[in-house]
């Protein structure tokens, strides 16, 4: 059949797709553990460098600031977003929603270099008109990060909102519930792992961030990313092997978790007999 | 009772103000506005002025001396950028390298997506979150993850010759080549992801009407799959284009000294000569070159964002 002979090349060409995404990875991985500084002799197999990485203390307060923007700038973004994506997807008839979509969705395709100076530029014209921010740092660096990653969580959030059966939120409050206690008891738990989702989007955005954090730093605070960028500047080092191999782990951790749970809510969902 | 009636109506007051959807929905819009549109209107302001040796390291547009407001507009720094053939040439290159890329992108990702929307329910979900995971993993290491494999010592120069394909090691590192692929690598997932979720949507009985009054499938590929999922294409096509442009990782990471492209040569014209205004006057041209597909894709992501509701 001619059919099968065309879907045999797509399937050869997403094998190798994969192969090619995840071979470099692996690479990575195997030369963490080499004891060799080379990387082209292979000098047998050591846990020297991950040694190496938890000795670096540069490194290991980069780790903590990151991880610490991060989890704020994914917080407020996740607010953020969902309100927007309230505007986009409910209220049609509101005056500026076309901006508002334009703003939201501008950032996800915004070159970095753009997004970062012109933030930068913002904060040095706000620190000469209101006197804030004095020094920048984790502080503008948090707003700079909420803000772009807003775009993505609406993005997430929104595809969710669509399929809420709207309904339900009008037996609601027919039957006399607030609009604020509908969204608690009924919006919310429907869209809450669009909130995980968004979430955890938004803080491996913002921890992965090198350019718009560069732009927006000041002195005194220096994220993971640009710890890395400098060393990775010199040349191949061991010890970023490690601690790629690091997080590569932990993600791939994560995204097994997510898709075990999502397995077993769809198999909830075909157990019951009337969905 | 007066006094607990007092506190009811205050709280009562309070959350009506608080919750109500103009303020509620105020907030993001406040703060868009503030942190995203205001910085671009000070990146074309900051454009027109010169730069001078100070903190910050620019003039004033506006000066109000003696009552008299005088406002100093230079375009001296557009008419720089045109002088100069260095920047022209890198606009080109940039453009050039992420037109290059976004093909390649697409030519791997189609079939890639076309697959995934093609297997069985239970295997997309993992094929989905295997094609997406590299993404959430550092971009800077994936790209840094080249270096090793692209150098003269690296692991594919050492496996050609190992194979005795090649006697001298290629000179691959810090090429144009590594560049194009080190963007097809770190974009090919954005590629998938929307011409995937386009695919998987398509109705399965328009292929089977096709099939069934005779067309051979290379032909209902060509005349009703391809069209059907344009808007997936074009979608995937902007995620990797625009941001491509302004890439500044890839090439100051795997490019060369003969790769010239804009993102490098603005981070130079800030961080290295801390001239603001030509920074900013480059900023304000690739915006401008970049208006079109800007819009094309934000139709289509808003159109996306809307529908049911």
């Known amino acids: ?9 797509s399937k050869v060409m997403l094998v190798l797709g994969l192969l090619f995404l995840y071979l470099p990875m692996f690479v990575l991985i195997v ?16 846990t020297h460098w991950y040694g190496e990485l938890f000795r670096d203390e540069q490194i290991l307060s980069a780790v903590w600031m990151s991880l610490r923007i991060a989890f704020y700038s994914a917080s407020m973004a996740v607010c953020l977003g969902t309100l927007c994506a309230f505007v986009i997807t409910r209220c049609k008839k509101m005056r500026g929603r076309t901006l508002l979509s334009s703003m939201i969705t501008a950032p996800l395709v915004m070159p970095e270099v753009i997004t970062g100076l012109s933030l930068l530029l913002l904060f040095v014209q706000m620190a000469q008109t209101i006197g804030w921010p004095v020094d920048r740092g984790m502080a503008t660096i948090w707003i700079a990060h909420t803000t772009f990653c807003s775009a993505y ?8 909102l669509q399929e809420v059966d709207r309904s339900i939120e009008e037996a609601a409050m027919d039957l006399g519930c607030t609009p604020l206690k509908t969204f608690f008891v009924i919006t919310l738990p429907v869209i809450a792992p669009a909130l995980v989702s968004g979430w955890l989007l938004a803080f491996t955005l913002s921890l992965d961030d090198l350019v718009i954090a560069s732009f ?27 601690l790629a191999t690091l997080i590569i782990l932990a993600v791939s951790l994560i995204a097994f978790i997510a898709w075990y749970l999502m397995r077993r809510a769809e198999r909830k969902r075909l157990q019951t007999p009337d969905a | 009772m007066r006094r ?10 309070v959350r009506a103000v608080l919750f109500n959807r103009r303020v509620v929905f105020g907030i993001p819009f406040l703060w868009l506005l503030l942190f995203f549109l205001l910085p671009f209107a000070l990146v074309l302001k900051i ?31 557009y008419l720089f950028l045109l002088s100069d053939s260095l920047y022209i040439a890198a606009y080109w290159g940039s453009v050039k390298t992420a037109f290059l890329a976004t093909v390649v992108c697409l030519l791997i990702g189609y ?61 691959m590192l810090n090429t144009n080549f590594a560049v194009v692929l080190g963007i097809v690598y770190a974009y090919l997932p954005f590629m998938v992801l929307p011409i995937y979720t386009n695919l998987v949507k398509l109705d399965v009985r328009l292929l089977e009407a096709a099939s069934d009054l005779g067309c051979r499938s290379l032909t209902t590929f060509w005349s009703i799959t391809l069209p059907l999922s344009k808007a997936g294409i074009l979608a995937g096509s902007m995620l990797v284009f625009i941001p491509a442009v302004g890439e ?14 804009i993102g490098k040569v603005l981070w130079e014209e800030f961080f290295n000569n801390r001239d603001w205004p030509v920074a900013s006057a480059l900023a304000i041209v690739m915006l401008l070159l970049l208006l079109v597909p800007i819009v094309l894709f934000h139709r289509f992501q808003a159109r996306e964002m809307e529908k049911h509701g």
């Open chain 1, 31 to 46: 030369y963490s553990f080499n004891a060799s500084r080379l990387v082209s002799v292979w000098a047998g197999f050591s």
């Open chain 2, 4 to 13: 607990k009636l007092l506190p009811d109506l205050f709280t009562e007051r």
């Open chain 1, 216 to 242: 927006v730093s000041g002195p005194g605070a220096t994220t993971l990313p640009m710890v890395v960028f400098s060393s990775v500047r010199m040349g191949v080092s061991p010890k970023i092997n490690a």
């Open chain 2, 47 to 77: 454009s027109l002025t010169s730069a001078v040796m100070a903190i910050p390291p620019y003039e004033p547009v506006f000066r109000w001396v003696d009552n008299t407001l005088s406002v100093v507009v230079n375009i001296g720094n």
């Open chain 1, 1 to 9: 059949m001619v059919k099968s002979r065309s879907f045999s090349f």
């Open chain 2, 248 to 261: 500044f990782v890839i090439p100051e990471l795997l490019g060369g000294p003969d790769t010239l492209m």
């Open chain 2, 111 to 171: 079939p890639m997506a076309y697959a995934m929307a093609r297997a069985p329910k239970h295997w997309q979900l993992v094929l989905l979150l295997m094609v997406m995971l590299p993404s959430w993993t550092s971009f800077l290491i994936r790209v840094y993850a080249w270096m090793g494999i692209l150098g003269n010592q690296g692991l594919l120069n050492s496996f050609l010759m190992w194979l005795g394909l090649i006697e001298q090691p290629l000179k």
């Open chain 1, 153 to 160: 969580v609406a993005v997430v959030v929104s595809a969710r």
